[in-house]
């Protein structure tokens, strides 16, 4: 894209852990190649470990565009591959479990996969495939690594990637998986509007809760050219591809632009004391009225709670509290019964 804006921070990550799910290509890929030439320890948690694994090596071996930029000096991170399949609420529960085990702090939680699919499908756990990909497996795994994340801080931050298509979403209570009322659309926004309601949801009961250290941000990446419409396949689309396809580099952004926001809401000194904002072109921008809909964000997360089989709690600290310490027994229970095969847990 012809103008567009960068991060511009400066800052290095040695010795900070940060997650990003679905990194193993698009805009995640490019997050990660810019965090590990900051020093980062980089976990790619992706469903495809054979894709993440070619994916680390690659972001190992090639710099971002800029390499001589101020950040990038000095000693590179780690990259580390985990296995994470949001379509199966097992396989979050799982993950987080192995990063319990496994990491001794996680400093930044990048909720970045996603995807767009034309035709209706549910997962494992009867969701629509766009609302558990895009939301319901980020709730699930954000609120089950955030014991770890607060001890990890202070300075951690939550980044949750949405869109402008939130600003067209509504949220149907009534039919969340769109069973009668299918369409890609809808269901792209629906999705994204409960990642942007579910940053603002989070970032109350943290205050609520006086927990402090750990800042919140949803972003918009801006018009990306990634694969995310593999999954569309619609004549009109791919005519409009080859028409547009000339003119592409004016208005829509490479992958590594793409990924600017998101590293900017990862680093920035300039944002470190703004949480549950949402971002654009490295900068706040405005939200969908549906955020001072108290009632609707309240009922988002009871219900959210409920489809992700978390236990209801009025306050954080409790709720916390009963995961930290289900997840830890649940990571006990591995290690002692390692030679055999355990049953996923309802943490
Ligand atoms: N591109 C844009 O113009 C644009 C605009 C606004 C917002 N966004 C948002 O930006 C984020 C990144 O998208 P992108 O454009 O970089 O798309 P992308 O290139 O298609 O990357 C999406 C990533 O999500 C992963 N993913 C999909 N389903 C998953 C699952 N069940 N479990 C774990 N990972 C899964 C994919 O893994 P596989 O490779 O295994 O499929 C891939 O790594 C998404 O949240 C998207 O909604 C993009």
């Known amino acids: 894209m012809l103008f567009h804006t960068s991060c511009k921070s400066k800052e290095r990550l040695v010795g900070k852990t940060v997650i990003i799910t679905g990194a193993n290509t698009g805009i995640g890929k490019e997050t990660a190649r810019d965090?590990?030439?900051?020093?980062?320890?980089?976990?790619?948690?992706?469903?495809?470990?054979?894709?993440?694994?070619?994916?680390?090596?690659?972001?190992?071996?090639?710099?971002?565009?800029?390499?001589?930029?101020?950040?990038?000096?000095?000693?590179?991170g780690e990259v580390l591959v985990y296995q994470l399949d949001l379509c199966s609420l097992a396989s979050v529960r799982n993950c987080a479990k192995d990063i319990y085990k496994k990491e001794s702090a996680v400093n930044i939680l990048i909720n970045n996969?996603?995807?767009?699919?034309?035709?209706?499908?549910?997962?494992?756990?009867?969701f629509e495939t766009?609302?558990?990909?895009?939301?319901?497996?980020?709730?699930?795994?954000?609120?089950?690594l955030l014991p770890k994340i607060r001890a990890s801080g202070p300075g951690c931050r939550?980044?949750?990637?949405?869109?402008l298509a939130h600003h067209y979403?509504?949220?149907?209570?009534?039919?969340?998986?769109?069973e009668n009322s299918y369409t890609m659309k809808e269901a792209y926004c629906q999705s994204k509007l409960a990642n942007v309601l579910f940053t603002v949801e989070l970032t109350r009961r943290l205050k609520e809760?006086?927990?402090?250290?750990?800042?919140?941000?949803?972003?918009?990446?801006?018009?990306?050219?990634?694969?995310?419409?593999?999954?569309?396949?619609?004549?009109?689309?791919?005519?409009?591809?080859?028409?547009l396809t000339p003119?592409?580099?004016?208005?829509?952004?490479?992958?590594?632009?793409?990924?600017?926001?998101?590293?900017?809401?990862?680093?920035?000194?300039?944002?470190?004391k703004e949480s549950g904002l949402y971002y654009k072109d490295c900068a706040v921008a405005n939200l969908t009225n549906k955020v001072n809909d108290t009632e609707l964000i309240a009922k988002l997360w009871n219900e959210t709670m409920k489809m992700v089989r978390l236990e209801q709690e009025n306050n954080l600290e409790e709720l916390l509290k009963k995961i930290e310490k289900n997840v830890l027994q649940s990571v006990d229970d591995t290690l002692k019964n390692s030679e055999k095969v355990i049953p996923p847990s309802n943490i």
Request: hydrophobic share 35%; with cysteine; proline share 4%.
């Open 35 to 76: 965090l590990y030439r900051r020093g980062a320890r980089v976990i790619l948690a992706c469903r495809d470990v054979q894709k993440a694994d070619a994916t680390a090596k690659e972001v190992k071996s090639n710099p971002p565009s800029q390499p001589n930029k101020e950040q990038f000096q000095g000693e590179p």
């Open 113 to 126: 996969a996603g995807m767009v699919i034309e035709s209706f499908g549910k997962t494992e756990d009867g």
């Open 130 to 144: 766009q609302l558990q990909t895009n939301y319901l497996g980020h709730f699930l795994f954000t609120l089950l």
């Open 158 to 163: 939550i980044i949750n990637v949405s869109s």
């Open 169 to 178: 979403g509504d949220i149907h209570f009534d039919d969340l998986n769109l």
């Open 209 to 243: 809760a006086n927990i402090d250290g750990i800042t919140t941000y949803s972003v918009h990446p801006g018009m990306v050219k990634t694969d995310i419409s593999r999954n569309i396949h619609s004549y009109l689309l791919r005519i409009m591809q080859v028409v």
């Open 247 to 272: 003119f592409a580099p004016l208005f829509v952004k490479t992958s590594e632009q793409g990924a600017q926001t998101t590293i900017y809401c990862a680093v920035a000194q300039e944002c470190s």
